[in-house]
């Protein structure tokens, strides 16, 4: 078994991703990065082995960002999303569009959004979402395909 400094320095960033990816917020992420990491050096003796270490930290993580929620009924993620100042018309029309996309990826249903965020902000694999959502490779594959189609017939609609 590692200590909390290697766990730490090999982990942080990736729960990091995985936070950012839900939240939106740089600020808040770290927060429960922070917080997950705490938690897990704490009780890093109920850590069994069944799964791994990157798995169990985001369950962990996922667990702390739900009792921030609580904490902060008044949070909202990612529909708080604003443009900044761009620089060329061009650069004006992706910032829309990217943030238009953002609401109508949070208005999707579970566990579609979840997974969208996983997939498209956090880059991670489908094996990963399938280990963080306790499923298999291949649903997070369908699951992916099906809320990426819903997602596009959402979009257009508005076109």
Known sequence: MQNGEEIYRQYAKYVYKYLLSITGSADISEEITQETF?????????????????TWLCAIAKNQLAAYR??????????SITLTAASSEDETIKNVEKTRLYVKLHSCPEPYRELLY???????????????????????????????EMLKKEMEKDD
């Open 38 to 54: 705490y938690q897990a050096i704490k009780n890093i003796n109920k850590f069994n082995g069944n799964c791994k270490i990157s």
């Open 70 to 79: 609580r904490k902060h009924p008044d949070y909202e993620e990612l529909e």
């Open 118 to 148: 996983l997939r498209l902000l956090a880059e991670l694999s489908f094996k990963e979402i399938g280990d963080i959502l306790g499923r298999s490779e291949n649903w997070a594959r369908v699951t992916f395909y099906r809320a990426k």
